[in-house]
């Protein structure tokens, strides 16, 4: 796409000067913009939607709703709003968590600073004025010394290549781009195309309402009960009165942000009695914690095994019919390795009569009729299409902008082999240019909320620190850089992460270089290299004042 037409000529003068442009207003976006308030920055915030919540703005599929227990993915900056706020779910579903993303917005009065249904198209850095333009799609440009991209992790949608899919003639639905009047499949004979988090929230939602209901699946995959219900007072009191150490515990001791037990033993330390009733335990008390019953589970197959063996067990256990169930159970990757899913009845969904599996692992999607969907020469008939084929994840919303850097570097040129950042934050020869939840960073593998309000409260610390000492630019080392890409690949391969096919390592994207995106050496570990990253002033990034010219960056 060319992002020319949006380009500021030469000569003509930006409107608006700004200390901070931020990409994006959902929850990073949201805090990033109250955080810079608080320090008396000017701030614009360029959302694309017409309103706040990023995902929880775009996502509204049926059955959407959070993973991780809504006591905890939530804000915890506002002691006042985490006191006031009442989830009426253990897992909110996503009209709530809109909901409190615009109570947020007007409880901290955001929207004036926002500027809806525009999108970002071009960011270029000028090395003389140490700023950024911004070019935006309503054909303006502003400047600004700094650019935070909040632009999200899950947020750029992916169209699956299947041949025929613009003959369609029914309806198209992607999850991640879910229309926002109620649609109500009654009657109709729906196709759904995928088998993520996303499809397994959806699935059995819309099998209530559809007449008929064929579901495309390529990869099994895992996925345990949310055991969700109504939040408890009892429950809600507990959190509230406890919230300094549950979050603390989150930030400082969890290795992937959630409160929790932390597992201090191996799957194999039990024998197979012991070892059943503990995931059993995890079962019934629901949701990705699962994952948490033994300490070994993404570190070693034999462990993971263990608890793969007996998800596969349970969903024997759940579909009647014997050969759906085969279908069913995921044996192409170790468990965990691709995001583990949370459901609500998604297995028993499969003994329902109007359901049906059809198994594309072999035989490919081969085209999408006007009125079909077409697998091994045979037409499966639908009224309405629901692609719930996922997301360019973690870089595809930052390559959707056209970045420059120093020296008219592309950021697209740079991360062409895959993304390259130090600590997830920046990226070399990109000064002032700062990434939430970026590649690098723990992010996609934490209670995002976590890792979200992590980096806004680093970032936020190091402009106050840029503006004390007079300093204009900063920017990581290459040399930081280097280090640290190779520090999170390191301990990406002493895990059996990179087995899978997923969308951590970009498989999901043809053409994209397999890496593994997020740093997997969990929150606390993270959040303390960046304290002290912080405390040795700025270790790894150059800094300098207006007038000096940066040599330490390039060397
Ligand atoms: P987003 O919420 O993705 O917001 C980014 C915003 O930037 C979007 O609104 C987008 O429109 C805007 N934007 C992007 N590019 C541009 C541009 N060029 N110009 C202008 N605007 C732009 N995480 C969890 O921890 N727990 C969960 O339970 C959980 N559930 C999830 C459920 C779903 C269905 C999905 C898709 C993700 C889920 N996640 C979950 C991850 C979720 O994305 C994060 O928790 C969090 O909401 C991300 O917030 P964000 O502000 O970083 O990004
Ligand atoms: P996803 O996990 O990437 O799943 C996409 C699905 O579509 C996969 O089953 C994939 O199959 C399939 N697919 C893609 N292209 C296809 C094609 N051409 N033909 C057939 N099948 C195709 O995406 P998602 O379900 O939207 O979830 C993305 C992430 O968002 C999650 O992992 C999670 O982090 C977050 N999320 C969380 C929740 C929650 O519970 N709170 C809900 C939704 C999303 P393959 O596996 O074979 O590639």
């Known amino acids: ?21 931020v990409v994006g207003a959902g929850f990073a976006g949201m805090y990033m ?29 049926p059955g959407a709703r959070c993973d991780i227990e809504s006591m905890q993915y939530s804000y915890s900056f506002s002691d006042d709003l985490q006191q006031e706020w009442d989830w009426s779910e253990r ?26 249904d525009t999108r970002v198209e071009r960011a270029e850095f000028d090395e003389r004025a140490n700023t950024w333009k911004v070019a935006t799609s309503d054909g303006k440009a502003v400047t600004a010394k700094f650019v935070v991209l909040a632009t999200g992790c899950l947020s750029n949608a992916r169209m699956p290549d ?41 699935v059995p939602v819309i099998a209530e309402q559809a007449k008929r209901l064929t579901v495309f699946q390529r990869t099994a995959n895992f996925s345990v009960p949310a ?20 979050r603390r515990f989150a930030r400082e001791v969890s290795r992937n942000g959630i409160y929790t037990t932390q597992p201090d033993r191996s799957a194999l330390d039990d024998g197979d009695n012991e070892r059943r009733a503990r995931y059993e335990s995890g079962w019934q008390h629901g949701g ?20 793969a063996d007996f998800v596969r067990g349970k969903i024997a256990e759940i579909v009647k019919d014997p050969a759906k169930a085969k279908l069913l159970q995921p044996d192409s990757h170790p468990i965990g390795t691709k995001r583990i899913c949370v459901d609500t009845g998604y297995f028993a969904t499969f003994n329902l009569p109007n359901v049906e599996l059809v198994d594309i692992r072999d035989n490919p999607i081969e085209a999408i009729t006007e009125n079909a969907v077409r697998v091994a020469g045979k037409d499966y008939e639908a009224d309405a299409l629901v692609l719930a084929t996922g997301f360019d994840a973690m870089t595809g919303s930052v390559a959707k902008i056209d970045i420059v850097g120093r020296e008219r570097q592309t950021l697209n040129g740079k991360w062409a082999e895959g993304p390259r950042t130090y600590l997830g934050l920046m990226t070399a020869g990109f000064p002032n240019l700062f990434i939430i939840t970026g590649p690098g960073s723990p992010s996609v ?11 806004v409260d680093w970032i936020a610390d190091c402009l106050v620190h840029m503006r004390d000492k007079g300093l204009a630019t900063i920017e990581a080392t290459k040399q930081a850089e280097d280090k640290w890409v190779e520090h999170v690949n390191e301990v990406a391969h002493n895990t059996l992460y990179p087995q899978a096919n997923s969308w951590y390592m970009g498989a999901n994207i043809p053409g994209k270089p397999r890496i593994f995106m997020p740093y997997i050496g969990g929150v606390p570990v993270y959040r303390q290299k960046c304290d002290e990253v912080a405390a040795n002033g700025y270790e790894g990034f150059a800094m ?12």
């Not at 229309?179 to 109709?188: L, V």
């Not at 429950?235 to 549950?246: A, G, I, L, T």
């Not at 990705?288 to 608890?307: E, I, P, S, W």
Request: hydrophobic letters at 40%.
């Open 1 to 21: 796409m060319s992002m020319s037409a949006a380009r500021p000529a030469e000569d003509e003068q930006p409107v608006q000067a700004y200390d901070v442009v």
């Open 33 to 61: 913009l109250h955080r810079l308030r608080g320090l008396g920055l000017s701030a614009r915030v360029f959302e694309q939607g017409s309103g706040v919540g990023g995902t929880w703005y775009w996502n509204r599929y």
């Open 91 to 116: 897992y909110a579903p996503q009209p709530e968590i809109l909901a409190y993303a615009n109570h947020v917005a007007d409880r901290f009065d955001l929207r004036s600073d926002i500027q809806f």
């Open 162 to 202: 299947i041949e025929g899919l613009d003959r369609f003639k029914g309806k198209v639905y992607h999850t991640g781009e879910w229309p926002h009047e109620p649609i109500d499949f009654s009657g109709q004979r729906v196709a759904v195309i995928g088998t993520g988090s996303s499809a397994i929230q959806a």
């Open 227 to 246: 055991q969700n219900g109504p939040l408890s007072a009892e429950r809600r009191d507990w959190f509230r009165k406890n919230y300094p150490d549950v």
């Open 288 to 307: 990705v914690v699962f994952m948490a019953v033994y300490n070994d589970v993404l570190l070693n197959k034999a462990a993971n095994d263990t608890a």
């Open 445 to 455: 593998l934490s209670n995002m909320i976590v890792s979200i309000e992590q980096h």
């Open 544 to 555: 300098a004042a207006a007038a000096q010219r940066q040599t330490a960056a390039a060397s």
